[in-house]
């Protein structure tokens, strides 16, 4: 939901009607006058200028961050939107290690991103040894999410919905054996392809305590992109939704447009100025830079542009709202 995707206006219309609202990071300051030249500044403005927004529209809601372990900067951007107040930080891309150092003595909740129990018992295990403590929050993404994705390739293709579904399972066994440990409830959400509330009661029959879209949100009025991105999901089909290979070298799913053609028949686009965005990221080697494309995106360039999406977005028909879709996952007229 980065770059440009789910900001304060996204954010605080979900948190208005009491679900989670969470702030993409990512580059978020790609608007501000100076971005090119100084975008750790400019993206730490945004952040705050962004969260402000949010609360102003949910000024009793849970709004958070989003906030990539992948990107340079990590560390400063977790203490600024701790520092700032946010509700939840919210990280994956990486395994967040140092994540509890990072927000302590703030009343900020975190929430490691995992995908597979080797990954949760990895997480659980660190915090419970170096900073005897678990998360606020457990957050599983599943093999349909969108934009990047923890897997191999080679598991994308072994986790059908039964295989994934036991990982599932073996992550909340995991859960619970800390929770014993600490005799606290950590809460468990699910994410990934979930659009109707037949998969969000699928979800929770597993055992995970709520679920967590994006997608979803895409379509909606209140989203923060440019209309021609949200109507990229509209007009998409279901083959045109395909894995790619993103510069960060994880596995990604995204609309196959006439640039990601392109990129898959191995042309390369010499990034205009390297942004400084990722700790592993050569631009002399990379086939384009993840930025400029994520931006060309949420500016609604769509066919020059990265356009993250989870599996099953082809199904959005029309755009609706914030409401609307939250009333769907939960059965409401």
């Known amino acids: 939901m980065g770059v440009g995707i789910s900001m304060g206006g996204l954010a605080g219309a979900v ?49 958070g961050f989003n906030i990539m372990v992948a990107l340079k900067h990590y560390e400063e951007y977790v203490r600024h939107a701790a520092a700032i107040g946010c509700d939840l930080i919210i990280s994956g891309a990486g395994l967040p290690t140092e994540l509890p150092r990072y927000v302590e003595g703030t009343d900020t909740k975190i929430a490691p991103i995992v995908s597979t129990e080797k990954s949760a018992r990895v997480i659980l295990k660190y915090w419970d040894r170096k900073y005897n ?10 093999p349909k999410a969108g934009g990047h994705l923890g897997f191999t390739k080679e598991q994308l293709e072994i986790f059908d919905d039964k295989a994934y579904n036991e990982e599932v399972k073996s992550i909340l066994k995991a859960v619970r054996e800390y929770e014993e440990k600490y005799e606290r409830k950590i809460p468990v959400v699910l994410a990934g392809g979930i659009d109707t509330k037949e998969k969000v009661e699928a979800a929770m029959s597993l055992g995970v305590d709520g679920v967590q879209t994006a997608s979803l949100f895409v379509t909606t009025e209140e989203c923060d992109a440019d209309i021609r991105y949200k109507e990229a999901y509209i007009n998409a089909g279901e083959e045109d939704i395909c894995i790619v290979t993103s510069p960060v070298g994880m596995p990604g799913r995204a609309i196959l447009n006439p640039f990601m053609k392109r990129v898959m028949d191995g042309e390369k686009f010499t990034p205009k100025k390297c942004l400084g965005c990722l700790h592993k990221c050569n631009p002399s080697e990379i086939p384009y830079c993840i930025t400029e494309r994520l931006v060309a995106a949420a500016r609604g360039d769509v066919e020059e542009a990265l356009l993250f999406c989870g599996k099953e977005a082809y199904r959005q028909q029309k755009i609706t709202t914030v409401r609307e879709v939250i009333g769907s996952l939960m059965g409401e007229e």
Do not use: H, W
């Not at 208005?16 to 400019?42: L, T």
């Not at 403590?133 to 599943?142: A, C, K, N, S, Y």
């Open 15 to 63: 948190a208005k009607e009491g679900a989670a609202g969470i702030i993409s990071n990512a580059q978020i300051g790609f608007r501000e006058a100076d971005f090119e030249k100084n975008p750790f500044q400019a993206n730490l403005r945004a952040m705050e200028s962004e969260y402000q927004k949010a609360r102003k529209t949910a000024p009793d809601g849970v709004i």
């Open 133 to 142: 403590r678990v998360p606020d929050l457990l957050v599983i993404e599943g």
